[in-house]
């Protein structure tokens, strides 16, 4: 069992929260959150002068193509009147897509997928059209949804299977994978582009 407020609480200390929806089933105490996050290292960076804010510094450029990765996140949750109305993750979702052309980087894509694969999949799809560009589309996903689903229950806890900082550290551990996993893509996808432009 995963509480709503402690997943939030490290999805926020781990990316930069863009936008955030909620949604309510009509009937019963289901809810769905939806975050549109960027990785943390867009995470603006203000410039102080004197004590006095004078702007945001500018994004690193090699930094700045992980605009290519937006960030989505779904959490699936609901109101337990048996754990004094505490808010339960019952589905996590937490994945990214980026489209461009693959040519040439595929054994340098698997070699991630392996290095990562206790934290994430990587799918690729790419278009039969003869018609369409080279451009091939990644989803990358974090497993960390179906370790929910597959062991976090109430049950768990009780039996002091896990407790809340054993928790807290695996949700970041998560998290902090799936983030070193876009940088090392946006290293051989977008910088390796750059560096052979110029």
Not at 37 to 54: R, S
Request: proline letters at 2%.
């Amino acid at each position: 069992m995963i509480l709503y407020n402690q997943l939030v609480k490290e999805l926020k200390l781990d990316f930069f929260i863009c936008h955030e929806s909620k949604y309510k089933l009509q009937r019963g105490n289901r809810y769905l959150d939806r975050f549109i996050c960027k990785h943390k290292a867009l995470t603006p960076e203000l410039i102080v002068i004197n004590d006095q804010p004078q702007g945001f510094r500018r994004v690193k450029n090699h930094l700045a193509s992980l605009e290519e990765f937006p960030i989505q996140c779904e959490i699936e949750y609901f109101l337990s009147a048996e754990m004094d109305d505490e808010y339960i993750v019952e589905g996590f979702e937490l994945f990214s897509e980026t489209k461009t052309s693959l040519t040439g980087k595929m054994k340098d894509i698997e070699k991630i997928c392996k290095k990562w694969q206790t934290f994430i999949t990587i799918d690729r799809s790419k278009s039969i059209n003869p018609q369409k560009d080279d451009d091939s589309t990644l989803l990358i996903s974090s497993t960390f949804g179906e370790l929910i689903y597959e062991h976090f229950y109430e049950e768990e806890l009780e039996r002091d299977v896990i407790n809340e900082a054993s928790l807290k550290r695996l949700i970041h551990q998560q998290f902090e994978a799936f983030s070193k996993t876009l940088l090392e893509l946006n290293t051989l996808l977008y910088d390796s582009n750059d560096s052979s432009e110029s």
